[in-house]
């Protein structure tokens, strides 16, 4: 299905981000803010929502961003009034967070960039999802909204650091809707550096969730940031 969102220019977009306590979502706040855009950060704590989108506002204006706004609260706040909502929740609470927002987000755009991940005693590993991915178990549980995957592979330490003007990455976006992917690819544009790639149907999602994990072996072995980059596109 289409989203409405899916017809409008991005920046006239209210973009809700859950999960926005983690690094991921608070980075990407931070980002979207800084570009100009309007940002709802949620958490399932409405106050640790409120504090740290405050905060996100002061880091952003401060490092002399655009005129976004950013403004917290409840998940199921956040998921009804944003236009377009990014999904950074950890993925233990994957299921249980969307499982309660389907009509909250019925008709809008879903960007999923969770990556399921465990740990052993060689490191992080991707975990096994029964719906082949991350993005395709919220396509699931949220039939009634155009989910595409998209994030999993942004250098988050270079999201949260503003001293950096521009992030160098690639967003790879896999999604059914080519509206809906477009939309997130858009998105992925406003932040300086960076850029939307479409990478297929959401079945690749987890491919690009698999790439998350590599990534970090990456940073972890250089204490790097490291992101991608797709030639002759």
């Known amino acids: 299905m289409t989203s409405a969102a899916a017809d409008r220019p991005v920046d006239d977009l209210l973009v809700g981000v859950l999960g926005g306590a983690g690094p991921l979502g608070r980075g990407l706040a931070l980002r979207l803010a800084a570009a100009g855009q309007r940002v709802l950060l949620g958490d399932a ?46 993925f233990a609470e994957h299921a249980g967070t969307l499982g309660g927002l389907a009509e909250a987000l019925a008709g809008k755009v879903v960007v999923d960039a969770v990556v399921p991940v465990g740990t052993d005693d060689l490191g992080t590993y991707l975990v096994d999802v029964e719906e082949g991915s991350a993005a395709q178990q919220a396509a699931a549980l949220l039939p009634d909204s155009a989910v595409v995957g998209a994030f999993h592979t942004v250098p988050v330490a270079a999201l949260a650091d503003l001293a950096r003007p521009t992030v160098d990455a690639d967003v790879l976006v896999a999604g059914d809707d080519a509206a809906a992917a477009a939309t997130a690819q858009a998105l992925a544009g406003r932040l300086p550096g960076m850029r939307g790639v479409y990478a297929g149907p959401l079945r690749n999602a987890r491919h690009l969730e698999a790439m998350a994990v590599v990534l970090g072996s990456v940073d972890e072995r250089y204490g790097a940031a490291a992101g991608l980059r797709v030639t002759d596109v």
């Open 45 to 90: 704590d409405a106050e640790r929502a409120r504090a740290l989108a405050a905060e996100v506002a002061g880091l952003a204006s401060a490092a002399g961003g655009g005129e976004g706004s950013v403004q917290g609260g409840a998940d199921a706040d956040v998921a009804g009034a944003a236009d377009l909502v990014v999904v950074a929740v950890p």
